[in-house]
């Protein structure tokens, strides 16, 4: 079956501008996560869907990221206005259902320069 | 809350060599535990994980980890590695109850591995 796709995999842009990334998870797959990870650190949970619904969105600075999941397939991650720490990779993943998520499958991640 | 300590940055082998690679974690309720691997550009790969039952649980690519309750400690270990191995491994916990299933992550253990 196809893993999760995400694009674009690479993306260097100046701090004050937007960006925005896709995600499309594994077909079936109703939870879908967004994952911040800095260098020489763990992957850090952003945000958590099932289907269309946010199910936990408190590590997102809201300020400037927002993220969509629209008919509960793919979704968007955005970023606006980019800050230089804003410099990541970041990772999308989907599982079964929520009551599953250690079974998260990840795609292979957007690198972020913020420069 | 919970939280996973990775003791070791970086691990540095040589071939055919055992390794050991490190995880505590702290948590108020029972706990799932995984190790993933993530290679260079690449995103995450489930290793193995500990749900319930046998506290020897055995993963892929001839990895084997150890979940000890009374040390809340999850240590990951493969009896000969191979060059192939070199990556960053990642161990991860999910809290059991509640609503929200959230995988926290350690800060991650580079193994290298040498010919």
């Known amino acids: 079956e196809a893993g999760v796709a995400q694009s674009p995999r690479y993306k260097i842009i100046e701090k004050r501008q937007s960006v925005a990334f896709w995600c499309n998870p594994i077909s079936g797959h109703a939870t879908l996560y967004w994952y911040q990870q800095i260098l020489g650190q763990g992957p850090k949970l952003l945000i958590q869907?099932?289907?269309?619904?946010?199910?936990?969105d408190s590590q997102l600075p809201k300020d400037r990221f927002s993220a969509e999941r629209l008919k509960g397939v793919d979704s968007t991650l955005k970023i606006q206005p980019a800050k230089l720490e804003d410099s990541a990779v970041y990772l999308c993943a989907s599982s079964l259902f929520i009551y599953d998520s250690y079974e998260q499958y990840f795609g292979p991640g957007t690198r972020l320069t913020v420069t | 809350a919970q939280s996973v300590t990775q003791l070791d940055s970086q691990v540095p082998v040589f071939e055919e060599a055992p390794v050991e690679l490190r995880c505590n974690y702290s948590?108020?309720?029972?706990?799932?535990l995984f190790w993933y691997v993530q290679y260079p550009n690449q995103g995450l790969q489930l290793l193995l994980k500990?749900?319930?039952?046998?506290?020897l649980v055995k993963g892929i690519n001839g990895f084997e980890a150890e979940f000890n309750k009374s040390q809340t400690s999850f240590h990951l270990r493969k009896p000969s590695v191979h060059i192939s191995d070199t990556a960053e491994y990642f161990c991860?916990?999910?809290?059991?109850?509640?609503?929200?299933?959230?995988?926290?992550f350690g800060k991650g253990t580079l193994l290298t591995v040498n010919p």
């Open positions: 991860a916990v999910n809290c059991r109850g509640g609503s929200n299933y959230k995988l926290t």
């Open positions: 869907f099932q289907n269309n619904g946010v199910v936990d």
């Open positions: 948590s108020s309720v029972s706990v799932y």
């Open positions: 500990y749900l319930s039952g046998s506290t």
